[in-house]
DNA sequence: CGGGGTGTTGACTCCAATCAAAGGTTGTGG
DNA sequence: CCACAACCTTTGATTGGAGTCAACACCCCG
């Protein structure tokens, strides 16, 4: 077997060394490779059952509802190396649609696989137990930081929450990098309108806390952006 | 043993059926009785390390963090049954405060309890990996149905979160039920001012959506108050 | 060169925050 | 058993941050 592990891999070992055999176990959630453009969704809220998660082996992917008046909330972003899904182990159907942001790669496997890694591994079930705590704890996090807060806090917060969770599985990011969301999927992730989001990401520009030109993100002060929002790095 | 089971073991019944070894194991998690009196902290944002959980066994308490401008944000409600600090897991500080909301009897045990449980028994993995992420879906659905969303829109959505989380170990609750908490509590939870969630209660009240006397609700028409606010009674 | 999606800017509106004060309720001690 | 204090709730007046509506600018792509 190839030096060249996986995405999925790469992101378990910044959590804990695994030995052959839990490297071996986890790859194969990652076997059967979908292909998916911008703008497809992988399964829709209310879709039943909900008995398969999926690995973000390439790409960003979002999940989110829509609501009957036309909004759209965003729930969570999907970075290479991501579990998709696992939120929704205890449901009967899915809680959220999931798009694809742009073209990804994604495998899906079914809950059954995980069950097996239950009694296989010890080791590698406390640390998909580990993931999935630490996916909420972001969760609480932006939560947190975001849902009084006023809009350049929150639009901080995230920034710095990206930038952590690339940091994991790219252990030399720079202070820029890509980040392929519209204002408008912003707005949606934080409950803002995209006009309000380009007002605030004007401002945050003037007092030069982060730039934004297309799809890239530069923070010229990373350790002054997190001061501002408050960002506490261990907890991603 | 008696056939009276504790809150924890009911809850994880609520699930699925237990054997007597499994009940067994549960029951160790529940062995370390404290009491506490209202106001009182179970542990503190930040305190480290972060290497315990706890049993609420009696009483009801509150997850939060306090910002330095003094507005303080609660995160979750525990109930009896419910396990506190499952999402910090994965963390080495605690990410929340955690306070009893009245006199309260709670049960503190270590991370390695729960690694005992995950060798000795693949189903009771199975239903922790459950009801953690059973707690990350309910977060979610807060959040995405109290993100945008309007006031009335908000405290209808959480009063049905609450009856539906009780429901669990209570099979017969009412559609009056106690709720121990105050506006501004409450405004705490939903991102509201104590000022707004008073004015809301009253709109709602007037629409005889639901009604609230000091510490108790009711909600005359619980199928109604649960369509106005789109609520999915099969994520609980 | 268009043209669709994306971003920017301005004017206006509105929901909820804020500030402030007065009622209610509870529970504790005299 | 009453009185008072602390807390909680209600109500009113005012303010403000973000939403809405709308037009225009931009930019990549075909």
Redesign the pocket.
């Known amino acids: 077997m190839s030096n060249h592990h996986s995405c999925l891999v790469k992101h378990f070992q910044s959590h804990a060394r695994l030995d052959e055999q839990d490297i071996d176990l986890l790859s194969r959630l990652e076997r059967s490779p979908e292909s998916f453009g911008p703008e497809q969704d992988l399964w829709r809220a209310g879709d039943k059952p909900a008995d398969e998660l999926a690995v973000m082996s390439q790409g960003w992917a979002y999940s989110y509802v829509d609501h009957p008046?036309g909004?759209r909330t965003i729930n969570d972003v999907y970075l290479p190396g991501d579990i998709i899904g696992l939120h929704e182990y205890a449901l009967d159907s899915h809680q959220t649609s999931v798009k694809a942001l742009e073209k990804s790669t994604i495998c899906r496997f079914p809950h059954k696989h995980l069950e097996t890694i239950f009694e296989a591994s010890p080791k590698l079930t406390k640390m998909f137990f580990r993931v999935a705590c630490l996916q909420q704890s972001i969760l609480i996090n932006r939560t947190l930081n975001t849902y009084?807060?006023?809009?350049?806090?929150?639009i901080a917060h995230f920034v710095c929450e990206i930038h952590a969770r690339l940091s994991r599985t790219n252990a030399d990011l720079s202070n820029t990098f890509r980040l392929p969301?519209?204002?408008?999927?912003?707005?949606n992730i934080l409950?803002?309108?995209?006009?309000?989001?380009?007002?605030?990401?004007?401002q945050l520009?003037e007092e030069s806390m982060l730039f934004?030109?297309?799809?890239r993100i530069t923070v010229p002060d990373l350790e002054a952006l997190r001061h501002f929002t408050r960002f506490n790095r261990t907890h991603y």
Do not use: P
């Open positions: 008046d909004k009084h807060q006023a809009a350049d806090h929150r969301l519209t204002q408008e999927h912003l707005g409950g803002l309108t995209s006009v309000h989001v380009s007002r605030t990401i004007g520009a934004r030109q297309r799809n």
